[in-house]
């Protein structure tokens, strides 16, 4: 085990305790009120504990089964409802009462001008993700004490993200700590280049609805592109989870430990088969995807069959001290070159692109892709910027690179159509179309039902055909 892998085990055996210590007091607390209350004990929440707990849980922002399930980088062995489009019914409350309050409690205190920085970063980042599931949530009203937040619409939640990721990467300062930071142990110069990429991921995410050179989209990719701190341009920068193992486990590791009911899909196996592409050698044990969509009368047999069916990642890269990695230099280079292609920036397309897969290629340790890789149609970029052919090629680039974070790889399919997929087979939902969003849960319709009922009517009825706003 390496010394920083025994810091972050250290770390993280001390967050578990505490975070048992806290639920049991919590517990106690609300049975007996305050007839237990030691007057002495101190109520301040310890702030590095807080930081290092919500950056181990981040794995499963780049897990995102369900997502990876609607953009058909997986396929149920097993249980198949998912894949077959059973109403995503699913509640978010979990993540605000849990590590969207543990950093609002790093801001509020602000006891470390950086931690309350870095906390802001992070904030933006997972609101940004339940706002890409679910469209509508809860934003300005949230984590302020409202037991019955309202709704912001969508393009509010991207306007407010944004903005807190600009002011944030411009508010760190050379002389407060960071601790707690399992992900860029304490390097405010890292956190300056995330808030960046971030932010030209959330203008490329907006961008059906922001097309024009002289948009708001395009004017906030180039601010981020400009931006004195810089972006995430190497794999070293990468906003990577690394897993201890022991008691700490990389999700993807845990998800075969006792089960095998994910696979990687056929079509995910088909579209890099037909590149010729070396990363399958990472992305799956083997080349025999899973066929995906189908009842489990249909695939049980199957997978029986065939017993070499391909785990999502090669085992190699699902140990259990394996990372999970969030954003990458792939995406950065990648979002440069769609950004030039779309007239925003005046940056070398082809250049960026070809750097971009690279990235991609070397993130994996894999070898160089060569010559012939890039000259292929289905790879290759026109020297015209905006033709099809360019928009096509780069987000199934894209696509590839962000394997196998289910959520970025579903909202890179949802916001280009690319690459071109096919429904289930043996789809269970009306349309019988891959959804376009989670539906509210039962927990916001039942703690929150005039705000989630409202919110419903205002987006046209909450089902999972549904377009969220940066999708229509």
Not at 69 to 76: A, K
């Amino acid at each position: 085990m390496t010394m920083r892998n025994f810091r972050i085990q250290k770390v993280l055996g001390f967050t578990l305790a505490l975070g048992i210590l806290f639920s049991s007091c919590k517990r106690y607390s609300s049975d007996f009120g305050d007839t237990n209350t030691n007057p002495a004990a101190t109520t301040t929440p310890i702030l590095s504990a807080l930081l290092t707990n919500v950056e181990a849980g981040l794995g499963g922002y780049g897990t995102q089964l369900r997502g990876g399930l609607y953009c058909q980088y997986f396929s149920e062995t097993q249980y198949t409802d998912a894949s077959l489009y059973s109403i995503p019914q699913i509640s978010f409350e979990g993540e605000y009462s849990g590590a969207l309050n543990d950093l609002q409690n790093i801001i509020n205190t602000n006891t470390s001008n950086n931690m309350t920085q870095v906390a802001r970063i992070l904030k933006a980042f997972i609101f940004s993700t339940i706002t890409d599931r679910w469209g509508d949530i809860p934003y300005s009203k949230a984590l302020k004490g409202d037991k019955y937040p309202g709704f912001d619409k969508q393009e509010d939640v991207y306007r407010g993200c944004m903005s807190e990721l600009t002011q944030a990467a411009a508010s760190f300062n050379s002389s407060s700590a960071i601790s707690g930071d399992i992900m860029y142990s304490g390097d405010a110069a890292k956190w300056k280049k995330l808030a960046n990429t971030l932010r030209m991921r959330l203008a490329i995410q907006v961008s059906k609805r922001y097309p024009a050179t002289s948009g708001w989209a395009a004017g906030e990719f180039r601010a981020a592109l400009a931006d004195a701190g810089g972006n995430i341009s190497t794999n070293a920068d990468n906003f990577t989870v690394n897993y201890p193992g022991g008691n700490f486990q990389s999700p993807w590791y845990a998800l075969y430990f006792t089960r095998s009911d994910y696979g990687e899909s056929a079509p995910m196996v088909a579209l890099v088969s037909s590149l010729g592409d070396g990363r399958q050698a990472a992305f799956g044990s083997s080349s025999l995807g899973v066929p995906y969509g189908r009842v489990r009368g249909f695939v049980d047999p199957w997978t029986q069959a065939n017993p070499t069916w391909a785990r999502i990642l090669s085992a190699s890269y699902r140990q259990s001290n394996s990372s999970v990695v969030l954003v990458s230099a792939a995406e950065t280079q990648l979002l440069r070159a769609e950004a030039a292609d779309r007239g925003w920036t005046t940056e070398n397309m082809n250049a960026l692109y070809q750097a971009g897969i690279a990235a991609s290629f070397s993130q994996w340790g894999l070898p160089q892709p060569d010559a012939a890789y890039y000259s292929q149609a289905g790879v290759a970029l026109s020297s015209a910027a905006g033709t099809a052919a360019n928009i096509r090629n780069i987000a199934i680039q894209e696509y590839l690179a962000a394997y196998p974070n289910g959520l970025r790889g579903w909202s890179i399919w949802r916001r280009t159509g690319f690459p071109v997929l096919t429904p289930a087979p043996d789809a269970v939902n009306t349309s019988r179309q891959i959804p376009r969003r989670y539906t509210y849960g039962v927990t916001s319709y039942a703690t929150n039902t005039a705000a989630v009922t409202a919110a419903a009517a205002a987006i046209g009825g909450d089902i999972m055909d549904t377009k969220v706003w940066w999708d229509q």
